[in-house]
């Protein structure tokens, strides 16, 4: 399974991104999302969805800023992040899970920077 993230970028303090995912898999996803990391910490969740039924999970610190969609094919997702802060720079990694046996997979990650 190969996931293709871009749209990252640098961007002001209060400004938007896009991100977009791309899977190589169309069927059998459960659900796709976006995670991040900065260097020397762990991953983190930012927002997922389930692929199926659209269900989303949000990180509190991006309730209401963060919106994840899916595409019109089902292996597509986006993530639209508004009102950005210095405090979500980070390399976003897109994630897929596999619903025939639940494995993860992660994409080569998309940098994003937020200047103050």
């Known amino acids: 399974v190969q996931l293709q993230a871009s749209g990252g970028g640098l961007v002001q303090a209060g400004g938007s991104l896009r991100l977009s995912c791309v899977t190589s898999?169309?069927?059998?996803?459960?659900?796709m999302g976006w995670y991040r990391q900065t260097p020397g910490k762990q991953r983190d969740l930012v927002a997922t969805?389930?692929?199926?039924?659209?269900?989303?999970n949000y990180a509190d610190s991006v309730k209401g800023r963060f919106t994840i969609s899916r595409g019109s094919a089902t292996n597509t997702v986006y993530l639209q992040m508004g009102s950005l802060e210095p405090e979500d720079t980070a390399v976003y990694y897109c994630?897929?899970?596999?619903?025939?046996?639940?494995?993860?997979?992660w994409g080569q990650g998309t940098q994003v920077t937020v200047s103050s």
């Open positions: 994630y897929a899970q596999l619903q025939f046996d639940g494995s993860a997979h």
């Open positions: 969805i389930t692929i199926g039924g659209g269900s989303t």
């Open positions: 898999v169309v069927f059998n996803i459960n659900k």
